[in-house]
């Protein structure tokens, strides 16, 4: 089983600064990487799939880049409401099968 | 609009099954392929398995293999996920979600989730 390992577990960032968080897997998947944010009390919400492609409806300022086995979720210009648990998650269309990373902390400061 | 709606809170006793439903309601169930994923309180996501409602085809992760049955009714629009054999640690908050329109994955649409308690 791939293992997904993501840093920093907490991250504190000033509103308008940029956020980065990684995420590494225990080897290559490709691009098959998908982040998702999630809010206290909700389901995720997925930000982007294919490790750089945004989701609809999901703001420019939230990008993401990676291949293999090293990821990077950035949040360009850090708002209130980006206060969340981020996710990442690598998977393998066929057959299926994912793991999720143990998720990043986004607080602002 | 398109989701997913799932039933309600469950308690269940050490060693019994449970059963969740996940209704699909805007689009047709058996056009997109759904998953399971579990989240304990506190922690991180865990993924179940997956079925693909049109042929009910299933897949589990390793550590759900043998415990989890996934089922679908397509008249009513309806998934289903049991698990069994409950310990205290399967207590966790249940969703469905749902693929893409020819893969697994990712999830675009969630359901609201179901908090599964284990406990004597």
């Known amino acids: 089983e791939i293992e997904m390992t993501q840093f920093p577990a907490t991250l504190s960032v000033s509103p308008g600064e940029r956020a980065t968080l990684s995420c590494r897997a225990s080897?290559?998947?490709?691009?098959?990487l998908a982040w998702y944010q999630q809010k206290p009390g909700q389901a995720p919400r997925l930000l982007i799939s294919?490790?750089?492609t945004r989701a609809s409806g999901v703001p420019a300022r939230f990008s993401g880049s990676g291949s293999g086995t090293e990821f990077t979720l950035t949040i360009s210009s850090l708002q209130s409401e980006d206060s969340a648990v981020y996710y990442c998650?690598?998977?393998?269309?066929?057959?299926?099968?994912?793991?999720f990373g143990g998720g990043t902390r986004v607080e602002i400061k | 609009q398109e989701q997913l709606l799932q039933s309600g809170a469950e308690v269940k006793k050490p060693g019994a099954s449970v059963k969740v439903s996940c209704k699909a309601s805007?689009?047709?169930?058996?056009?997109?392929?759904l998953s399971w994923l579990r989240q304990a309180p506190g922690q991180g996501l865990e993924w179940v398995g997956w079925?693909?409602?049109?042929?009910?085809?299933?897949g589990f992760a390793p550590s759900f293999q043998g415990r989890v049955t996934l089922t679908r009714n397509s008249s009513i629009n309806t998934a289903y996920m049991e698990l069994s054999g409950l310990r205290s640690d399967d207590t966790a908050v249940y969703y469905c979600?749902?693929?893409?329109?020819?893969?697994?994955?990712?999830?675009?649409?969630w359901g609201q989730g179901t908090l599964v308690t284990v406990s004597s």
């Open positions: 979600a749902r693929g893409q329109l020819t893969t697994v994955f990712p999830y675009d649409t």
């Open positions: 805007g689009y047709t169930l058996t056009r997109y392929d």
């Open positions: 079925m693909n409602p049109d042929s009910g085809y299933a």
């Open positions: 080897q290559s998947v490709d691009v098959n």
């Open positions: 294919r490790a750089s």
């Open positions: 998650q690598q998977y393998n269309n066929w057959p299926p099968r994912s793991t």
